[in-house]
């Protein structure tokens, strides 16, 4: 059975003080892995995909990387704006994605 | 830009009564999706299909159906509401398989049965 498990669950950040989230999995040939971004009240937002071991991928102040167990999502110097629950999910070959249960982020002016 | 569009943001319901969640989806995707997302438990895949009256199980499909009449559209049934069923409810479209192409969701139904 494929399993998702994101830490930690809440992480409270000064503005510019950079952290990283973290998403563990275990799934039986991995498809894919991706991450999302959701605001209260709204569904998730597509952020990123990354398909092997290795692979990086940038958007402004995030960065998502890959390894066999595991994939970091990093927030450098981080705005109130990036506040959010980012949300983390594997596609494997015997299922469609499996999320975990999110990292809720806030940004402190 | 995709929209998918959910046609409640907030229901509630009683216990026993029979429910329907509309979600429409604009960008001719192949692919639709009903998740619910409960705190702690993340996303789970209640119902899913890859073309006009196709369905699949998710995860929990349990006191739920689905209906895809239409290409643009996918419905969520719950035929006799319980208060274990109050959740937020998403729907999602993909263009093709969820772990080849990104999902887009709508902004949620809460539930509320009581």
């Known amino acids: 059975e494929d399993q998702v498990t994101q830490s930690p669950e809440a992480l409270r950040l000064q503005e510019g003080e950079s952290s990283s989230l973290n998403c563990s999995y275990t799934?039986?040939?991995?498809?894919?892995l991706f991450w999302y971004r959701q605001d209260p009240g709204k569904g998730p937002e597509f952020l990123f995909t990354?398909?092997?071991a290795g692979e990086e991928k940038e958007k402004e102040r995030l960065k998502a990387t890959l390894t066999k167990k595991e994939s970091f999502l990093h927030i450098t110097a981080p705005k109130p704006e990036d506040s959010a629950t980012y949300l983390c999910?594997?596609?494997?070959?015997?299922?469609?994605?499996?999320f975990g249960s999110g990292t809720q982020l806030t940004v402190l002016p | 830009d995709v929209k998918v569009t959910q046609s409640s943001r907030y229901l509630v319901k009683r216990t026993g009564e029979k429910v329907f969640l509309e979600c429409v989806q604009d960008?001719?995707?192949?692919?639709m999706f009903w998740y619910r997302q409960d705190p702690g438990l993340g996303l789970r895949l209640i119902y899913f299909?890859?073309?006009?009256?196709?369905?699949e199980k998710g995860d929990i499909p349990e006191g739920y159906s689905v209906s895809r009449e239409k290409k643009e559209r996918f419905s969520l049934i719950l035929e006799s509401a319980s208060t274990n069923q109050t959740s937020m409810y998403l729907c999602?479209?993909?263009?093709?398989?969820?772990?080849?192409?990104?999902?887009?969701f709508g902004n949620g139904t809460r539930l509320t049965v009581t």
């Open positions: 999602a479209s993909s263009l093709i398989d969820s772990y080849n192409s990104p999902l887009h």
């Open positions: 799934v039986s040939g991995l498809r894919g």
């Open positions: 990354l398909y092997s």
């Open positions: 999910a594997v596609g494997s070959s015997a299922r469609q994605l499996t």
């Open positions: 960008m001719d995707h192949e692919n």
């Open positions: 299909s890859y073309d006009v009256k196709m369905k």
